[in-house]
């Protein structure tokens, strides 16, 4: 470890649970942290250009998504819309296009939203401080708190489960993630140190950067760790017990039985799919899929027919596990009938799901929709299959 940042280490005295709540050892731990984030920072495209749109864009990728998955879609989100007023002006079916491969779509649509709130209310121009981010569609404490820091320099707190994680190992305080007083205690800390560094927005960074790289939840490197001397929990030996694993509530399980609808297209040797548009709230709300009856339980074939409104029973080609954030969905996928018989009404077939808005695509357009990852993949199986049987 460089002779600055371990000269900056030496300056954390012994290591307490209220270290970071002294103002020395706030800057201490401060120092050490911005050093090390200097020499070791990461390459990545939202860092290059700090402004408060591309952070805005970036912090809303990056929740609960690893970084890994979010750089090309950052770069192909802002070469669409460069902008806070481009990306307002632009439509949400677009928006949801270019955010497929991140999942959580409802961050795309208050990403949006936040942007059109930028351009009608501010003048297409990103907020500067904390309290009026906060007023934005989708923007909370941490976010907020990002931005003013990293892009504008304010001294706001944030924590994330990074953040969180490394208070939770520097102070070796019992607690986990979500209960009140654990998360009241990381915002205090947090505070301290954005209130007694010299230049709080790449502490701030800095100490994400850590929780990312080095104090990882498993396995974590103490031994490249720039704070490691005043860290209670490197202290303990057990780093890694530090914080409390939360107790996460029983997974369910459902189904989606999908019927994949193709037709040849207009255009030379194209292909189109027949889409419905999932309702305005839940999973996946508003975005175009195949269409598809969801259930608690496996459907027979014959249940299938019906439901369809279908002539002939549905043929399985492929079944495949998806997995949310609290549950697992099991995709079922059909096709109308074996090639040669009778082609299944499409009328009866919309009845029969309650009559949603539809359209046919061409596939080689499908880009120009939202479609999630599994309603992707299923469309792309169908087509594979189709070509195998020709």
């Known amino acids: 470890m460089p002779d600055a940042i371990m000269s900056a280490q030496e300056d954390i005295m012994s290591p307490s649970e209220e270290s970071l709540l002294d103002p020395h050892q706030a800057r201490s731990f401060g120092d050490a942290l911005s050093l ?12 290059g250009q700090r402004d408060g749109y ?13 970084v890994d998955r979010v750089k090309e879609p950052f770069e192909r989100f802002m070469a669409r819309f460069p902008d806070v007023v481009s990306l307002a002006n632009g439509s949400e079916e677009e928006v949801l296009a270019l955010w497929q491969g991140l ?8 990403l ?27 923007v909370g404490r941490y976010t907020a708190g990002a931005i003013a820091s990293i892009v504008f320099g304010e001294r706001a707190p944030i924590v994330d489960g990074n953040v969180a994680r490394v208070f939770a190992r520097f ?72 914080p409390e694993v ?41 975005m175009w899929q195949p269409p598809s009856i969801e259930s608690g339980k496996e459907m027979a074939p014959d249940m299938l027919t019906s439901g369809f409104g279908l002539s002939h029973q549905p043929v399985g080609i492929h079944r495949f596990e ?32 309650g009559s949603p808005s539809h359209r046919w695509q061409q596939v080689e357009r499908l880009d120009e929709l939202g479609l999630s990852n599994p309603h992707r993949r299923i469309i792309d199986v169908a087509i594979s299959k189709q070509s195998d049987e020709r």
């Open 36 to 47: 090390w984030f200097g020499r070791s920072a990461r390459d990545l495209p939202w860092r």
């Open 54 to 66: 591309r952070a805005l864009v970036s912090e809303a990728m990056l929740q609960q998504t690893q």
């Open 103 to 110: 999942g959580y779509y409802r961050r795309a649509r208050l």
């Open 112 to 138: 949006h939203a936040a942007a059109q709130a930028i351009r009608d209310q501010h003048g297409g121009v990103v907020p500067q401080d904390a309290a009026t981010l906060l007023s934005l569609p989708g």
């Open 171 to 242: 102070t070796a305080r019992p607690g986990k993630p979500g209960d009140r007083d654990f998360d009241a205690r990381c915002w205090e800390l947090a505070s301290s140190v954005a209130s007694h560094v010299s230049k709080p927005g790449i502490v701030n960074e800095a100490i994400m950067e850590l929780g990312a790289t080095v104090c990882r939840k498993h396995d974590p490197d103490c031994d490249h760790c720039p704070v490691r001397q005043g860290c209670l929990g490197h202290a303990s030996g057990e780093p890694d017990r530090f």
């Open 246 to 286: 939360r107790t996460r509530a029983p997974r369910t399980t459902i189904h989606h039985h999908v019927l994949v609808c193709l037709r040849r297209s207009d255009s030379e040797d194209g292909v189109e799919v027949l889409l419905v548009q999932r309702p305005e709230k839940g999973l996946w709300a508003r």
């Open 322 to 353: 998806h997995r949310t954030t609290h549950r697992d969905i099991m995709f079922h996928v059909n096709r109308p009938e074996a090639p040669g018989e009778t082609a299944f009404s499409e009328d009866d077939l919309l009845r029969g799901l």
